[in-house]
């Protein structure tokens, strides 16, 4: 199977205190607030009633609400066994953001619930745990996006029949510098080709 | 031992990040883990650091944890007997 075949059938940038799904704006957050008042607004705006969601740190909210946008109304899950399902993300930073905070805690009272969060496939677990999947999943840490990556290393793992589809993609959280690109990978006649240009359009949004 | 409570409910809810709880959601006899709160197991490290926090004691024994952290009650009366046993 050519990765032509493979298609994106949904996208969702987060970025700039918007959220920007399959090419259109769905919500503008006020640019005014900080990092983390913004996601929870995007988490109020969704209203998906998963009070975990409070416990994560920013990293594993970014890139969990981008998989709510993601999959709402874009993906078939009874059409997959929960093993078909791959999650395979990458950033600059990995959980630096985090690992910074916990530092400071570590010289008085270190704290287990952001120590938890100080690699950065915590995300991938986060949102395999809201969804029940358990396919193949990697968090690849590069200095920049890297689109032709994720178009060989996910294809890779589809056209070998080591998942069915994936969610890939880049979310990055350092300070006040944030970004989120989440692309569903799926065999499929619509949509658009799963190839590194496109995937480049739309991270660039 | 009402104010000590009503003191734990706010602490918890600031430490384990309960941002959609509200003190009063919590009920003094309402169990902590899996049923009631549903708190786990990292929530149960970060109430021993509260208690460490904000009054000064440690879990002497790892194996109270269960009894301790019961609910807000059983451990407000753990936290009054270890400040009179301080004082």
Same mark, same amino acid.
């Given at each position: 199977m050519d990765s032509t075949y493979l298609k994106i059938t949904a996208s969702c940038v987060i970025a700039d205190h918007k959220v920007c799904c399959n090419g259109e704006v769905v919500y503008k957050g006020d640019?005014?607030?900080s990092v983390p008042d913004f996601l929870t607004d995007v988490y109020t705006f969704l209203d998906?009633?998963?009070?975990?969601f409070y416990k994560m740190d920013l990293l594993a909210k970014l890139g969990w609400l981008g998989s709510e946008f993601l999959l709402?109304?874009?993906?078939?899950?009874?059409?997959? /066994?929960?093993?078909?399902t791959g999650i395979v993300l990458t950033n600059a930073n990995s959980s630096l953001d985090t690992d910074q905070r916990y530092f400071q805690t570590v010289s008085e009272y270190p704290s287990p619930s952001l120590f938890v969060y100080t690699l950065p496939n915590i995300v991938i677990g986060e949102i395999c745990i809201r969804n029940k999947f358990r396919g193949e999943n990697a968090f690849f840490v590069f200095e920049q996006f890297n689109p032709l990556f994720l178009e060989q290393y996910v294809g890779g793992l589809i056209r070998n029949k080591v998942i069915r589809n994936c969610i890939c993609g880049w979310t990055e959280v350092l300070g006040n510098s944030y970004k989120s690109a989440l692309y569903l990978v799926q065999e499929s006649a619509?949509?658009?080709?799963? /190839?590194a240009g496109q995937m480049e359009k739309i991270y660039g949004f | 031992m009402d104010k000590l409570m009503h003191d734990l409910k706010t602490q918890i809810i600031e430490q384990l990040n309960l941002?959609?709880?509200? +003190?009063?959601?919590?009920?003094?006899?309402? +169990?902590?883990?899996?049923?009631?709160?549903?708190?786990?197991s990292i929530d149960a490290l970060e109430l021993i650091v509260l208690m460490q926090q904000y009054?000064?004691?440690?879990?002497?024994?790892?194996?109270?944890g269960p009894k301790v952290f019961k609910s807000i009650r059983t451990m407000a009366e753990y936290i009054t007997e270890h400040q009179a046993k301080k004082a």
């Open positions: 640019k005014t607030k998906p009633t998963y009070p975990k709402n109304d874009h993906f078939d899950k009874a059409a997959y /066994r929960e093993e078909d619509s949509g658009i080709d799963f /190839r | 941002q959609d709880k509200k +003190p009063e959601d919590i009920g003094d006899d309402e +169990p902590l883990f899996v049923e009631g709160l549903g708190l786990d009054y000064g004691i440690k879990l002497a024994n790892a194996e109270d």
